[in-house]
């Protein structure tokens, strides 16, 4: 049996799994990220954790093939080089050498969204297919691109930003500097927004209840608890959200027809309350007419070992 090591470094959390070759992890360890601080100092740490996670399963790092890392930002694969992740305070940092001084291992290097897609195209929701998009509805819409068994990010890997697509021209302001993004629409940020602005034109709705009057406790459940309880208001921020869900979805499946197309984060939590009525809507926006062409739209089923598990198998496309 062969052995290998996924790294999932966040911006909380450094965590770290041994994944056997049946994409099973055998052994885990997790240490605080402590930001701010040193990126030599994370290398460090990601190295303990290592040897933490080998120890819990039982193995020895030696008998691992390979150290694969995902992590936020703009990477460099070629280099092993981060060049941005402004959570990590990042700048043009080489965190593969930085960390495979203290291990021994060939040490593989990969956006942290990107890791987590691949992780469910080999081991979850996607697994048996080659081409796979994957969205993630957190506080920003992240998510990944596999086309032809391979991670897909563009000549630089800087590209497949899948919550940077346009789906409103003008509209509403993004972090990233843009307007009308899909993520300042269908992010959970987004969505508390829309439920936001819905609540103050609606004082009448129960979900003033539901967050004891405080808007500022509203987030990206609010609406979807509220139209469970039948609050009509609740229902039309639910509906004006897969409106705009349902445009972008649409665009990725025009542009690209995978065979999957994985939804996951917080809002995916929601699973077949969101995902049924948008396989439905999108069949009228999407160019495909014959159903055993259409692309499966699923939720994701790793949670957070996704990353971790796809990280672990970044050297099979080095090989």
């Known amino acids: 049996m062969k052995y290998y090591i996924g790294v999932d470094l966040g911006g909380t959390n450094i965590a770290v799994g041994i994944v056997n070759e049946e994409y099973k992890i055998v052994g885990r360890a997790s240490v605080k990220t402590n ?5 030599e100092a994370i290398a460090e740490d990601i190295a303990r954790a290592i040897n933490l996670a080998a120890k819990d399963a039982g193995i020895a ?31 043009d940092v080489y965190l593969a050498d930085m960390v495979g001084k203290y291990v021994g291992k060939p040490i593989y290097l990969e956006n942290d969204a990107n890791a987590a897609a691949y992780g469910e ?13 994957m969205l993630t509805l957190g506080t920003g819409v992240g998510g990944g691109m596999i086309i032809n068994g391979k991670i897909y990010g563009g000549f630089t890997n800087m590209g497949a930003e899948l919550g940077h697509m346009g789906i409103v021209y003008n509209g509403r302001q993004c972090t990233c500097g843009r307007k009308g993004c899909i993520e300042a629409y269908c992010s959970a940020t987004g969505l508390a927004n829309i439920t936001k602005d819905h609540m103050n034109e609606h004082p009448e709705t129960e979900m003033w209840k539901m ?10 459940r609010t609406a979807f608890d509220g139209m469970r309880k039948g609050d009509a208001v609740a229902k039309m921020v639910v509906d004006e959200y897969m409106e705009y869900f349902t445009y972008a979805v649409a665009n990725y499946l025009n542009i690209f027809q995978p065979e999957v197309l994985v939804v996951g984060g917080g809002v995916g939590k929601e699973g077949e309350t969101l995902l049924a009525p948008l396989r439905e809507a ?33 050297g099979n496309m080095a090989e």
Not at 35 to 39: E, F, L, N, T
Not at 211 to 218: E, F, L
């Open 211 to 220: 967050v004891g009057g405080d808007i500022n406790k509203v987030n990206g």
């Open 35 to 39: 930001m701010p601080r040193p990126a």
């Open 121 to 133: 195209a080999l081991a979850g929701a996607g697994r048996g297919v080659d081409n796979m998009i």
């Open 61 to 91: 790092v030696s008998e691992c093939e390979w150290v694969g890392i995902g992590t936020p930002g703009s990477v460099d694969k070629r280099k092993g080089m981060v060049e941005y992740a402004n959570n990590l305070n990042f700048h």
């Open 282 to 314: 999108v069949v009228s926006q999407t160019y495909v007419k014959k159903e055993e062409h259409r692309t499966k739209i699923l939720s994701a089923e790793l949670g957070n070992d996704a990353g971790i598990i796809g990280a672990a198998m970044l």
